[in-house]
DNA sequence: TATTGTTATACTCTATAACTATA
DNA sequence: TATAGTTATAGAGTATAACAATA
């Protein structure tokens, strides 16, 4: 039972949200400065990001995998369509807000990893390829674990609400 | 050479901010309703749990360690201040706001990490626990390598500022 | 002169509810 | 009636610069 036992680690170094909240912080630093010089924010380049692996999405997928909020989506939408970088798509369903990246778009895009592709390797060669390649796996697990036990936990409790408000 | 070569999955899922930014929405989700029934903000309970690992903590300290900015921490010590939370504490140099928690803070934290911990156990089980630890080790270890990063590139470029805007 | 923290300010993101339009 | 998205709005976080107090 090799149990560090010190409470205090365990409790801030080892706490998981903090964990990963430090983690992306840090992470987020290393990689905005190619952003910023090209006057797109962490949301913006999410989207772009998004579409160049896809030739079009609609606005629910891109909202649950960017992890942005529809009223965000809408604002970001509106910014990078003005800028020319993604343009709406026809589609059946006249609800969907369907886009795709413009060729400026894809151009901006592979500006910006051609830029960082240094960094990422520096990174990747720092920490170590397998290690990265590992804890890429773990927090994609994560993720899915995570969301199969709140999906479990609301079959169980469909009016859950947790606790009341004071 | 077993690399999976797919490009899209490469691109989008193995995005080390993006898989921490998702990983952590999940992750905050899970634990958010312990924190709203008892008021609290996520960051507001950085700072209980931060303080909660030691007597007393600066601002400097507490920003640094909890990843908020001065004048974030400054509306946060007045909240928990207020709510009787947190109380400032003497110190040699003046400058320095230190504080630490109340018997009421020190109270509702444990209320907290009470109320949680079957989550955090069923979290962990589900997962894996030595999965979970070498989660957490890889992410403190990152860290560490990226600040270690940017301190290097300093020293080589004391005044980057990487690229003009526009 | 350097450091610590606060204030001021602007912008973005987060979150919810109400609304519109399509299906 | 249900779904997709937008609008409206309030609140919190992010970021910078300017300032005050202390070292």
Redesign the interface.
Known sequence: MPKPANT?LR?????????????????????K??L??H?LT?PQW?VL??L???DALDAKTLAE???ILPPSLTRIFRGLTQRGLIAQVECNDARRHMVRLTEEGRAMFEEVVEESEPTYL??AA??GPE??D???D??????N??????EQSEEEAPLRK?????
Chains 1, 2 share one sequence.
Do not use: H, W, Y
């Open positions: 205090e409790k801030f170094e080892k706490s998981l949200p903090i964990a990963l909240l430090r983690s992306r912080e840090v992470t987020t630093r290393l990689f400065p190619f910023e010089s006057d962490m999410r990001r998004a160049a692996d896809a995998r960017c992890v520096q990174l720092a920490f290690r990265l590992t804890l890429l773990l927090l994609n697990e994560l993720r674990t995570v969301q199969a036990m709140g947790v606790a009341g408000r004071r």
